[in-house]
């Protein structure tokens, strides 16, 4: 009985050691040697309880019918094996979790398309050593020098003009105040 219970939830070893990590095999031995230690132990045990020899009970104890109220009780017990109510869960949280790595995926193959485009501008571009003014300002329009409106260091979207660089360095003094 206990055999076949667990001929049917059988561990395939190979596929589990496949999915290991190289830094945790150890681990991963420790616990398939404990599993099959568990299982062996269960082996170990025939699939039907021995068989009580009701008669000699009779005949060694004194009290009657104690050992007919026993075996009534005994033969009438029944222990049934546990039903199993997770699996709906877990498949539930597979399809969940296959929907959510199908997402990814489309995700990533998207993102690798737009990153072999832009390698691809790199490699076919000139080195930035070697550009010019004119060819960077082709290359990179959104980072191109302007001579009309010169930034400032450190040339971002808040220093783009001397007045603008100016209230950034007001606001900046205004919040030493307030410490």
Known sequence: ??????????????????????NQKHLFQAFRTKSEAYVSKVYSYPE????????????KIAVAGLVDTFE???????IPFPKEAVTPEIEA??????????QFTTASESRISQYKIELENWETMLPLENMT???????????QWNREKPTWYPHDEFAVTPESDAAR????????QQQ
């Open 1 to 22: 009985m206990a055999a076949k219970r667990i001929a049917k939830s059988a561990v395939d070893w190979v596929a589990f050691a496949e999915r290991v990590p190289e």
């Open 48 to 59: 039907e309880p021995p068989k009580i020899n009701w008669a000699l009970y009779k005949s």
């Open 72 to 78: 009534k009780q005994y033969t009438t017990l029944n």
């Open 93 to 102: 949280q597979e399809k969940q979790q296959e929907l959510e790595r199908q």
């Open 133 to 143: 003014m004119e060819e960077y300002g082709q290359a990179f329009p959104d980072r």
């Open 169 to 176: 360095v007001q606001a900046a003094a205004a919040a030493q």
